[in-house]
Nanobody, 129 residues
Framework: QVQLVESGGGSVQAGGSLRLSCVDS????????MAWFRQAAGKEREGVAA???????VYLDSVKGRFTVSRDNAKHTLYLQMNSLKPEDTAIYFCAERSSAPPYYHTSALLLPSWYPNWGQGTQVTVST
């Protein structure tokens, strides 16, 4: 069974940077896709960045040019490099994983929470002014 563990969250001032990590264990197979989601207090969970392993990446419009998603396959670790952080980036950030792809899907599905069956516990990111 896949287990995802996030780390790297913390408190930072606006304009600062953080790098989140997500280690996936429990499976020797490379997943099809992984993603980062976030959930701010009182708001729904939203997709931030997704990566098809060995393929495309997609981003939430508000983080394009500031966030970068990547994966080190040898370390089974997904990263989210977050630069130029803003107070509105404050949220709990979750890592998610999908082992295989359906026969057909639209790219927008990569940022839908319902597309991913496996989730980590989350890590808090707080950006202050």
């Amino acid at each position: 069974q896949v287990q995802l563990v996030e780390s790297g969250g913390g408190s930072v001032q606006a304009g600062g940077s953080l790098r989140l990590s997500c280690v996936d264990s429990g499976s020797t197979n490379t997943p099809y896709a992984m993603a980062w989601f976030r959930q701010a207090a009182g708001k729904e969970r939203e997709g931030v960045a997704a990566l098809v392993i060995g393929g495309q990446s997609v981003y939430l419009d508000s983080v394009k040019g500031r966030f970068t998603v990547s994966r080190d396959n040898a370390k089974h670790t997904l990263y989210l490099q977050m630069n130029s952080l803003k107070p509105e980036d404050t949220a709990i950030y979750f890592c998610a994983e999908r082992s295989s792809a359906p026969p057909y899907y639209h790219t927008s599905a990569l940022l839908l929470p319902s597309w991913y069956p496996n989730w980590g516990q989350g890590t808090q990111v707080t950006v202050s002014t």
